[in-house]
């Protein structure tokens, strides 16, 4: 492969996947790491990747942006089921207490709960409020407060003072990106403010996230990295960011 068909190539892969990390391009097209390297700064310099720590992202990996709802459901969603089915084994038992974040990952985990899950459920979204309040064995409480139409969740002052009063055994959290550096991100500050009372809220922390929001940054970082007790993830995340994620004491399970 020519060097001009290989860094198409690696700019091709950076944008499909999100990030790709030094290591594994180096592995992929059978050239040494200094060459990846070199690589990467061309394509840094031509506007097409953005390199960051050991490895590249795309140049809108870093945003303030955020798609609608129904985009976002629609985006990764084989991913997103095996993700949900995977997180319900971190459920407490039954008499505990969880919290639902916003989010469409958080969402799909609704259909996999058990028959009779005999649980105290906190949420802030409105989806999932919807049908979980049909259960006869759910103590459902629903987070007031305003509702960004762009995600269906409640934000504002009216979740903040609730949250700071409750502690649920789990708490289930979605993000719109995840760095070791950075922590857990997202673009609104109110939604931000929302999702870091619901982490200091939670005596267990499972955050539920696609690959291709690892090594993606966002505005806000509403929780740092050490706040994750569990990642449930797909089989795409990259070796390295595996690696350094669970060096950092993060359980890491592949759905």
Avoid: C, W
């Avoid at 310099?45 to 945003?63: E, M, W």
Wanted: without cysteine; aromatic residues 2%.
């Amino acid at each position: 492969m020519y060097q001009e068909e290989r860094q198409q190539s690696v700019a091709t892969l950076i944008t499909q996947r999100g990030r790709v990390s030094v290591m594994d391009l180096a592995d992929r097209f059978g050239v040494t790491t200094e060459t990846v390297r070199r690589d990467l700064a061309v394509l840094e310099r031509l506007g097409h990747i953005r390199r960051v720590h050991g490895g590249a992202v795309p140049t809108g990996s870093v945003t303030v942006g955020e798609p609608g709802l129904t985009e976002r459901d629609g985006t990764r969603a084989e991913q997103k089921d095996r993700i949900a089915r995977a997180a319900v084994a971190f459920l407490p038992p039954p008499g505990g207490s969880v919290l639902f974040d916003a989010g469409t990952t958080t969402s799909r985990m609704i259909t996999e709960l058990p028959a009779s899950p005999n649980l105290t459920a906190v949420t802030n979204s409105v989806p999932i409020a919807a049908r979980l309040a049909a259960s006869s064995t759910i103590d459902l409480q629903l987070l007031g407060g305003r509702v960004r139409g762009v995600t269906q969740a409640a934000v504002g002052a009216e979740p903040l003072r609730v949250l700071g009063t409750v502690r649920v055994d789990v708490a289930f959290v979605g993000t719109n990106a995840l760095t070791v550096a950075h922590g857990l991100s997202t673009p609104d500050p109110d939604e931000a403010a929302v999702k870091r009372a619901m982490v200091e809220a939670a005596r267990t922390v499972v955050v539920t996230a696609d690959s291709s929001k690892i090594g993606r940054e966002h505005l806000i970082s509403f929780a740092p990295i050490g706040a994750v007790d569990v990642l449930v993830t797909d089989s795409d995340i990259e070796r390295a960011d595996r690696t350094e994620l669970e060096r950092q004491g993060i359980e890491v399970v592949i759905a």
